[in-house]
């Protein structure tokens, strides 16, 4: 079903037309009970590839380290908390946007967040990567805030999509007066 090109250009789609990307995966018709066990799979390998690359690239002084949370430095609590995240943003994305008039049920929703932890895992792992082979490159600091800059942009526009909302701006104007919203013009 998915191979390496299929993959791969789904990244760049998604990278690039979150919009047509989105609606590649919800085309695919997925089944919940296997987007659940994929997005809790997706779960634990970020949480996991975090850890490492806490490991790989500690930080210069002892002292920062201490400052972290424990949550962060445990896999299995950070794979716990992520996952819960997750799952209150799935549910709560569906809620919100059927409120605000959107279309999208839970299994769209969740299908598109489990496709953003795939590119997130993916994404940990080429920074992995740059850390061993060359790590003023692969170095948190370098690119750990801009994964986080195409993680907004890419949620954003794919969560629109399967909201059935028309743009941000019909977002955010729609918030104080969310049930005489009249969607998309």
């Known amino acids: 079903m998915m191979n390496r090109d299929y993959f791969v250009d789904l990244t760049k789609e998604t990278l690039f037309a979150p919009r047509n990307a989105a609606s590649r995966i ?3 018709n997925l089944p ?3 987007l659940w066990m994929i997005l809790v799979l997706m779960t634990v390998l970020n949480a996991i590839a975090y850890s490492a690359s806490l490991y790989l ?3 210069a002084d002892p002292a920062t380290m201490a400052m972290v949370p424990p949550i962060f ?3 299995l609590l950070f794979s716990m908390a992520l996952g819960g995240a997750l799952v209150l943003t799935v549910f709560a994305l569906t809620w919100i946007g059927q409120s605000m ?4 049920r839970l299994v769209d929703i969740l299908a598109l967040m489990t496709w953003l932890q795939v590119l997130r895992f993916a994404l940990q792992l080429v920074v992995a990567v740059l850390m061993l082979v060359a790590p003023f490159l692969g170095g948190s600091s370098c690119w750990s805030p801009r994964s986080g800059d195409w993680s907004f942009w890419s949620s954003s ?3 629109r999509m399967a909201l059935q909302i028309c743009s941000r701006q019909q977002v955010f104007s729609s918030l104080p007066s969310l049930p005489s919203w009249s969607g998309c013009r």
């Open 26 to 28: 919800l085309g695919l």
């Open 101 to 104: 008039g959107g279309s999208a």
């Open 73 to 75: 430095r445990s896999p």
């Open 157 to 159: 526009s794919t969560a």
């Open 57 to 59: 690239s500690p930080p």
């Open 32 to 34: 919940s009970q296997s």
